[in-house]
């Protein structure tokens, strides 16, 4: 299968998880959606870990690297979910675009690599994708209300939070460009996304206290967390641990096959998928106006890569 087919399969596969998380597990606590789709998904890479270097004699950088990665994967893993759950897919996954904007300035503070006249070029279109999501703020006729479309995504609740996600990940992407100097790519993704896998039931599993306040604020009733509960809902479960582990292991295909930021400016098509499921299942309304804020981002998104 062609790289550009796998790479927008694994697209609509994230898209459908998200579509399919929020309609079928909104009840779930975003910790009990994370260990659905991410431990499901370390489990299905596991044997593309076959010819990796034992663990124990990577270096200690790579794990100095590695710990600094976790803690920000694990916060973002449970932002996303809390998001996608509770708040319109229009709202929160197209502001996922923004991870290449903030890997511009993170990368040149980590790693010394610079802005060029085309990603800056990138980061406007963004931005303009953004400004157009929320432009029912703006009147055209009044120069001074132009901001408030940027100003509004942070009164949004599902864009704040998406957009501290697209923080997240860019600390994590340009982490692990510097991890790949100890370990190839081809092992390094699998054995990541395993570790994470196995992280996450911990996190299930802190003291109830812990789970008390996060369900509080999510406005959840709290219960007592067992893999009973997990799996009552053994269909629902049981698809979005498949959807998830499809778009892993496509995208993993389609990497193999091609640049990573022809792969990355594709995959990003999922916040075009994600658009069209909030109107066509959810009743999202605004489809026109968030579908061409979306092409913009993934436009951006475009530009950014390819510089």
Known sequence: MDWLLLALLSAASLASADAATKAWLRDYSATEISVVRFSAAGLLLSPLLIGMPAPWTLPAPFWGWLAAMLPLEIASMLLYMAAIRDHPLALTVPYL???????????????????????????????????????RHARLTDVKSWAAPLAAIFREPGSRMMLAVALMYAFTATMGKAVLI???????????????????????????????????????????????????????????????????????????????????????????????????VFGETGLRTHLAAGALMVAGVVVIVMS
């Open 97 to 135: 675009a923004f991870t290449p904007v903030f890997v511009l300035g993170i990368a040149d503070w980590l790693l010394g690599e610079r802005v060029s006249a085309q990603g800056a070029a990138g980061v406007l279109l963004v931005v303009a994708g953004a400004w157009l999501l929320n432009v």
């Open 182 to 280: 100890y370990l190839p790519a081809r092992y390094f993704g699998p054995f990541y996304f395993l570790v994470l896998g196995l992280v996450m039931p911990l996190v299930w599993a802190l003291p109830l206290r812990w789970h008390r306040v996060a369900a509080r604020r999510a406005g959840q009733p709290m219960r007592r967390l067992s893999l009973r509960g997990l799996l009552r809902r053994p269909g629902a479960v049981a698809a979005v641990a498949a959807l998830n582990g499809v778009m892993v292991y496509a995208h993993f295909l389609a990497i193999a096959r091609v640049e990573v930021a022809y792969m990355v400016a594709v995959k990003r098509t999922s916040l075009l998928f994600g658009i069209l499921y909030g109107a066509l």
